[in-house]
């Protein structure tokens, strides 16, 4: 297989995964059952909902996030469950987000994360020894599984082993057949279009007794017998296999029979996620487990456009990095690839070998957008040819326009729901430099006014830089550094960054052309201000902050400036920023009113590692947390005095860690854990601490 033909495969397959979760969503709740989506739905074919933008969702978090194991240090070796764990500590926030927080006993995943919480080691936090058989055999087992068998194509063995090793955080039993079954199917969907065969190859990955291997057994045979009504087998199932026989609240089994059904009667990929939702139970999982298999197998050209299009290259998460919650697909499916030759041990193909948290977008992929959308749609058209993404405007006249941008934040407004609870940080910052490649076609008119631009998101008012007029040239590369100090963005976060077009042409001449945009840059070091007065508390957190325990608000102080107060029994955690900041220099201020504990961080990588500088429990320091740890680098008795300000700056600049406070006490130290990672506040026992407004400036990394 070519690296082009993986890489579309991936694509596919991720994009089919997303299109399953999105179709199924609207129907998940038990009380929709599939008598009910008949009668209000009929037979679909097509999304049931319309969204501004999906929210986050568990059956997307788990694939993403967990497999981050990888990136954190499981590569060249063999995988373990403890990497696994690991990656579910540090990238879930406690109770917010990432799955379902059903209760101890009651949700699977919450179960197993306390588990692991209060030291229990995996697999032991997900076995039936510790959890009992019906907890450790729902289905989240198999619907956090996809990327396993992503990055392992045509290997089905590998990618169920790597499966099993990392459903056994939270599952066993018949979950880890599950995860084996639906892993080992994507990575067989590679080499193979056939569905008959691609079921046989899972079903020879399972143990032959597994109550999992008779499902598929049995639900295959039923076809053979009955090949022509998919409905007759959803009766079938509902009376041999169905949740009445399996306790707990979502269980795998009857819901593999789901898959298994909707797999054989539909064959196509659009129909194979239409019956998996059509049929109930857990729509959204059962959709998204059949969409990874069949988008692999039937590859891009059988990803129907309407199914398509509205996932617009983006997929919103739920972690605790607001910036890796806005996952840019085309960019995400590259990187799962060049994890698939790493973990493989084969040479990075040039074109793979990219690096997380830089912005470049080619738009090489088929039909890919990179999320480039347009304020106005009407007479104007948004699409890939192929090496670009084409603008076409179609006899426009002054003054109409139009904005053709890239989302880098997303705000509450931007949402119909708060599924999952996802919060965010830009992508991109004041301080940066936008580049842009534009080739033009004109067909008639006399010309038309580009404009680069920012949105202020806190005004929605449009900053344009350096406007230009296109008459009957064919390439221009356009360049803008997002000023920090520009007066109508200081202290601002950004959420659109793109191109205004107007035209300039009368009714007489209307303006009739395409707009190629072949390559969108982002390059350079943010160096930008959160101004807190200009920040909304959303999805239960302050924008542009990702909180992990705590209770957090803004508050305005006897001087009437606003500040992020935190209020917490022992931890309480604000981080923002560029997940893969470096050097890095933050200032910021915190006032102490209860407690002793009150911290600026760098590199903070989740909830498990980074470093810490300022008061704790009569010292300052400069701290670190590592894997539950946090301890003092280097500190000296300090009395932090309630009710004063005090300024902090930490620097980061390689292996150098330095604070000072008030421009007068300082602490530097050497340590070398930590290369990257986000910034923001922390208290690290109980307390109540309010934080001003903070700066970020990051740096060139030293040589």
Excluded at 107 to 127: I, K, R, V
Excluded at 314 to 328: A, E, M, Q, R, T
Aim: proline share 4%.
């Amino acid at each position: 297989m070519t690296t082009t033909a993986f890489l579309e495969k991936v694509y596919a397959g991720f994009l089919g995964m997303n299109i399953g979760i999105r179709l199924g969503a609207p129907v998940e709740p038990t009380l929709w059952t599939s008598e009910r989506i008949e009668r209000f739905y009929g037979d679909i074919h097509s999304y049931v909902k319309d969204f501004k933008n999906f929210a986050a969702d568990d059956d997307v978090n788990g694939p993403v996030y967990f497999l981050r194991a990888l990136n954190d240090g499981a590569l060249g070796r063999s995988l373990t469950p403890s990497d696994v764990a690991q990656a579910w500590l540090n990238y879930s926030r406690e109770e917010v987000g990432m799955f379902w927080w059903g209760g101890y006993g009651v949700s699977t995943e919450h179960t197993a994360f306390l588990n692991l919480l209060h030291g229990m080691e995996a697999p032991a936090s997900g076995s039936i020894q510790t959890n009992g058989k019906t907890l450790s055999e729902q289905i989240g087992a198999q619907i956090f599984i996809d990327t396993w068998g992503f990055i392992f194509p045509g290997d089905p063995k590998r990618a169920s082993e790597y499966a099993r090793i990392a459903a056994s955080v939270s599952h066993d039993g018949e979950g880890l057949q599950g995860a084996a079954f639906i892993a080992g199917c994507i990575a067989q969907a590679f080499i193979c279009d056939d569905i008959q065969d691609i079921v046989g190859v899972g079903l020879s990955l399972l143990d032959g007794d597994s109550t999992y291997a008779k499902v598929v057994r049995s639900v295959r045979d039923f076809y053979a017998q009955n090949p022509d009504d998919w409905r007759t087998c959803l009766c079938y199932l509902q009376q041999e296999w169905g949740y009445d026989r399996y306790p707990g609240v979502c269980h795998i089994i009857p819901n593999a029979g789901v898959c298994i059904m909707a797999l054989l009667y539909g064959k196509s990929f659009a129909r194979g996620v239409e019956i998996a939702t059509m049929a109930g139970w857990d729509t959204d999982c059962n959709a998204g487990n059949v969409g990874s298999i069949l988008g692999v197998a039937g590859g891009l050209p059988m990803l129907p456009d309407h199914y398509r299009n509205p996932i617009g290259d983006v997929i919103v998460l739920s972690g605790i990095s607001g910036y890796l919650n806005i996952l840019d697909v085309p960019t995400y499916v590259k990187q799962l690839c060049k994890l698939s030759f790493q973990v493989r041990n084969l040479e990075i193909p040039q074109d793979l070998d990219i690096q997380e948290g830089v912005i470049d977008f080619d738009f090489s992929l088929p039909g890919s957008t990179h999320g480039f959308r347009l304020s106005e749609t009407h007479g104007f058209v948004l699409r890939n040819e192929g090496d670009a993404l084409a603008l076409l405007y179609d006899r426009k006249v002054r003054p109409q326009l139009t904005r053709l941008f890239y989302k880098p934040f997303y705000r509450r407004f931007d949402f119909d729901d708060e599924r999952y609870m996802p919060v965010f940080s830009p992508t991109i910052y004041a301080g940066q430099t936008v580049s842009m490649s534009l080739r033009f076609e004109k067909f008639s008119g006399e010309s038309i006014t580009l404009s680069p631009y920012v949105r202020n998101t806190s005004t929605q008012e449009v900053i344009m830089f350096d406007s230009f007029v296109v008459w009957d040239e064919e390439h221009r590369d356009v360049t803008f550094t997002i000023d920090k100090g520009h007066p109508k963005l200081s202290g601002a976060m950004i959420d659109e960054v793109g191109l205004l077009f107007e035209a300039n042409s009368p009714s007489k001449n209307r303006d009739f052309g395409v707009v190629f945009l072949e390559r969108f840059a982002v390059s350079g070091k943010p160096d930008y201000t959160i101004d807190l007065a200009q920040q909304q508390k959303e999805f239960a957190s302050i924008t542009p902050f990702s909180h992990n325990h705590g209770s957090w608000d803004l508050v305005k102080n006897e001087n009437g400036t606003t500040q992020m107060e935190v209020m917490a029994l022992d931890h309480g955690e604000a981080c923002t920023g560029n997940y893969f900041a470096k050097d890095v220099r933050v200032e910021g201020s915190a006032t102490v009113h209860r407690g002793s504990s009150a911290l600026i961080s760098v590199r903070v990588q989740g909830a498990r590692r980074g470093y810490y500088a300022g008061f704790h429990k009569g010292q300052l320091g400069i701290f670190k947390h590592e894997n539950g740890l946090f301890f003092p680098l280097v500190s000296k008795s300090f009395a932090c005095e309630l009710e004063l300000t005090y300024s902090l700056t930490f620097e980061a600049k390689g292996t150098k860690l330095h604070v000072s406070v008030g421009g007068g006490q300082t602490l530097s130290v050497e340590d070398s854990s930590f290369t990257h990672g986000m910034v923001g506040y922390a208290v690290y026992e109980g307390g109540r601490v309010g934080f001003g407004s903070l700066s970020v400036k990051e740096m060139e990394e030293q040589t």
